[in-house]
């Protein structure tokens, strides 16, 4: 499989404070990869160096060969990168169905707005019976879904995930992971999820990376990760 993603010694910091040290990692075409981490780890900065939102300070990123780290967040979606951001951020004022058309934005997308509609009306039927709600009425999860919904309108090559497990009970969390799954299942996309619940995200990826106090101190396969002492030891409670 080729490289889809490719990072190489990223450095990112906050007014003097080193966010992120020395980050590489690739993501391959069609693969689902995990970075998991604390609070603070840098996992949110990652995503952000990926997708555009902060500059980034050494490193390399390069998406399909194209070396990305120099062009403005748009000209990345544009590419085919979308991200979900951290919080579910949705247009509270604005309905279901405009929250999901504006993730259709992409000229690559615009085509086939009508049919990927369908297919995240199908995925989340939840959205369907509430698509004329506006989405600040919607619950936290419904919301998630939403955020996720808007993300896939893009018909992206690159989808990044920005832990959406966040403040949510363990049933929705669950249903949520299913639905990802069932995303890998149904279309060729390759996801970057980053995550807290360890566990959980390690069990749905190919592969995963452990992210703490902005560098990699771990990497493996699925159930390398998930039976190393390290992170049994750090996350698992064994
Ligand atoms: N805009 C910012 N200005 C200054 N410091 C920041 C900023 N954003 C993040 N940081 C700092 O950078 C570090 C990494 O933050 P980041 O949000 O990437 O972590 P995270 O792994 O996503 O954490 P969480 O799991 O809590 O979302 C933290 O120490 C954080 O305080
Ligand atoms: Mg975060």
């Known amino acids: 499989m080729s490289a889809m993603l490719k990072i190489a010694g990223l450095g990112v910091s906050y007014g003097g404070l080193h966010a992120l040290a020395d980050v590489s990692l690739d993501v391959a075409d069609g693969e689902f990869v995990t970075i998991v981490g604390p609070n603070g780890a840098g996992k949110t900065t990652l ?6 939102a902060v500059r980034v300070e050494s490193g390399h990123i390069e998406f399909r060969g194209r070396d990305v780290g120099a062009l403005s967040p748009a000209r990345r979606a544009a590419l085919g990168i979308a991200h979900v951001p951290e919080g579910r951020r ?11 058309e504006l993730g259709s934005y992409r000229a690559a997308a615009r085509p086939r707005r009508a049919e990927s509609l369908e297919a995240v009306l199908a995925l989340f039927p939840v959205l369907r019976s509430r698509a004329k709600q506006l989405a600040g009425s919607l619950s936290g999860g419904e919301q998630q879904m939403l955020a996720l919904g808007r993300g896939l309108m893009a018909q992206p090559d690159l989808l990044l995930l920005d832990e959406p497990s966040q403040g949510l009970g363990p ?31 390690l069990e ?3 592969r995963g990376y452990v992210l703490e106090t902005g ?22 409670g064994a």
């Not at 949705?90 to 999901?100: E, G, I, Q």
């Not at 969390?173 to 995200?201: P, Y």
């Not at 493996?220 to 996350?235: K, T």
């Open 47 to 52: 995503l952000k160096a990926i997708s555009g």
């Open 90 to 100: 949705v247009f509270p004022s604005l309905t279901v169905l405009d929250n999901l």
């Open 171 to 201: 049933r929705i969390v669950e249903q949520i992971f299913e639905t990802i799954a069932e995303i890998r299942r149904r279309r060729r996309l390759t996801i970057l999820l980053v995550e807290q619940r360890v566990v959980e995200a």
């Open 204 to 206: 749905l990826a190919d």
């Open 215 to 236: 560098r990699v101190v771990l990497a493996g396969g699925r159930g390398a990760l998930l039976a190393d002492p390290r992170v049994q030891g750090a996350y698992l």
